[in-house]
C-alpha cells in the first residue's frame, strides 16, 4: 500500500539571493534553540543556536531570530550558494539533553 | 576534536533478528542521545545517557535498549527487528557543561530490516 510521510515544506531559491527558513515550536518553557542543516546521507550538522533570552543572532552568512511571543523561530541564510541545498530543521531544548525537532524544510538552491 | 562516530554506517538484518549500534562521542562529552529518523516520522528521540545511566526516555517499546560505558561510549540495542524499525540512527554528543549545551550529531548507521 501507500506509504504515508511527512510532508515536506520545500523552498527554491536562486543562486545569490536570501533564504528565509521558519519554524514553530511548541514549548513556550524551551529555552535553548538549534539550527540544523543535513545533506543527504549524513547526519544533522550544527548551523546556529539560540538562547531564549535572545531574539536575535548573528554567524557567518546565517541569522536566527527568535520571536516567543508566537513561538518561532526563522533562519536566514544571506547570498544562498548551491552548497546551501539540503533539509534544514529547527530543534527545540525540551529535558535534559533531550530536542524535539521540525519536520525540517528542503532547500533548493538553483544555479 | 575527532566528530561523533557511529559504527557500523549501515545494517540489514531480516525480522526478527536483534541489532547492536555503537557510538563513540566526541572527547570529553558526557551526554549520548539516540534518535531514530524516517520518511514517516521525521527525528525521534529515543532515549539520552549520562555516567553510564538512562536520563531521558521517548516513546519507544521496550524492544528498545541502550547502555553506556564508563568512557561515555554508548551502544544501543533493538531486539525482534520489524520491518518498521529501518530508519538512519543517529547518535548526538552533548558536554553537558551547561543548560544550553549544543548537541553534535555522528553519521549515522543506516538500518535497513527484511
Known amino acids: 500500500g501507500e506509504s504515508v510521510g511527512l510532508h515536506l515544506p520545500t523552498l527554491s531559491v536562486q543562486e545569490g539571493d536570501n533564504s528565509i527558513i521558519n519554524c514553530a515550536y511548541s514549548n513556550s518553557a524551551s529555552d535553548y534553540f538549534i539550527w540544523y542543516k543535513q545533506e543527504s546521507g549524513k547526519g544533522p550538522q550544527f548551523i546556529i543556536d539560540?538562547?531564549?533570552?535572545?531574539d536575535k543572532r548573528q554567524g557567518q552568512r546565517v541569522t536566527v531570530l527568535l520571536n516567543k511571543t508566537v513561538k518561532h523561530l526563522s533562519l536566514q541564510i544571506a547570498a544562498t550558494q548551491p552548497g546551501d541545498s539540503a533539509v534544514y530543521f529547527c530543534?527545540?531544548?525540551?529535558?535534559?539533553?533531550?530536542?524535539?525537532f521540525g519536520t525540517g524544510t528542503s532547500l533548493t538552491v538553483i544555479p | 576534536k575527532a566528530g561523533v562516530t557511529q559504527t557500523p554506517r549501515y545494517l540489514i538484518k531480516t525480522r526478527g533478528q536483534q541489532v547492536t549500534l555503537s557510538c563513540s562521542p566526541i572527547s570529553g562529552h558526557r551526554s549520548v542521545s539516540w534518535y531514530q529518523q524516517t520518511p514517516g516520522q521525521g527525528l525521534q528521540f529515543l532515549f539520552e545517557?549520562?555516567?553510564?545511566?538512562?536520563?531521558n526516555k521517548g516513546n519507544f517499546p521496550g524492544r528498545f535498549s541502550g547502555r553506556q560505558f564508563s568512557n561515555s561510549r554508548s551502544e544501543m540495542n533493538v531486539s525482534t527487528l520489524e520491518l518498521g524499525d529501518s530508519a538512519l540512527y543517529l547518535c548526538?554528543?552533548?558536554?553537558?557543561?551547561?543548560?544550553?549545551?549544543?548537541?553534535?550529531f555522528g553519521p549515522g548507521t543506516r538500518l535497513t530490516v527484511l
Open positions: 545517557y549520562f555516567s553510564e545511566t538512562q536520563r
Open positions: 539560540i538562547r531564549s533570552n535572545m
Open positions: 548526538a554528543s552533548t558536554p553537558d557543561s551547561s543548560s544550553t549545551d549544543t548537541q553534535y
Open positions: 530543534a527545540e531544548k525540551i529535558a535534559g539533553n533531550q530536542f524535539y
